[in-house]
């Protein structure tokens, strides 16, 4: 069964970094893309980035600011959040599927992934 396991949220102020990790298991294949997504209150879950063995995408909004990276032996995948902003205060989600490749039209789509973690909290004060 796969599991996956955010961690590393917290509230930071501006400008600061957070890195949050993404720890998954369970897989019966060593291949798979992982998704980052956030949701604010009354705002819908929104891409922020996707990483897999082949190519990585990240929102506009975080390009410059954000970095994925992954440590295959630990399964696990870190989102580096650099220079943050209040605006990205939002839970972040880790979701996974079992592909070698993040889609390039899809990977912001929640639809695109099958495993989702429980979420973690980032806030963001002025």
């Known amino acids: 069964q796969v599991q996956v396991v955010e961690s590393g949220g917290g509230m930071v102020q501006s400008g600061g970094s957070l890195r949050l990790s993404c720890a998954a298991s369970?897989?019966?294949?060593?291949?798979?893309?992982i998704g980052w997504f956030r949701q604010a209150p009354g705002n819908e879950r929104e891409g922020v980035s996707c990483?897999?063995?082949?190519?990585?995408y990240y929102a506009d909004s975080v390009k410059g600011r954000f970095t994925v990276s992954r440590d295959k032996a630990k399964n696990t995948v870190y989102l580096q959040m650099n220079n943050l902003k209040p605006e990205d205060t939002a839970a972040y989600y880790c979701?996974?599927?079992?592909?070698?490749?993040?889609?390039?039209?899809?990977?912001?789509?929640?639809?695109?992934?099958?495993?989702w973690g429980q979420g973690t909290q980032v806030t963001v004060s002025s």
């Open positions: 979701a996974t599927t079992p592909s070698h490749y993040c889609s390039e039209y899809g990977w912001d789509a929640p639809s695109d992934y099958d495993y």
């Open positions: 990483s897999s063995d082949v190519n990585t």
């Open positions: 369970g897989f019966t294949q060593d291949y798979y893309a």
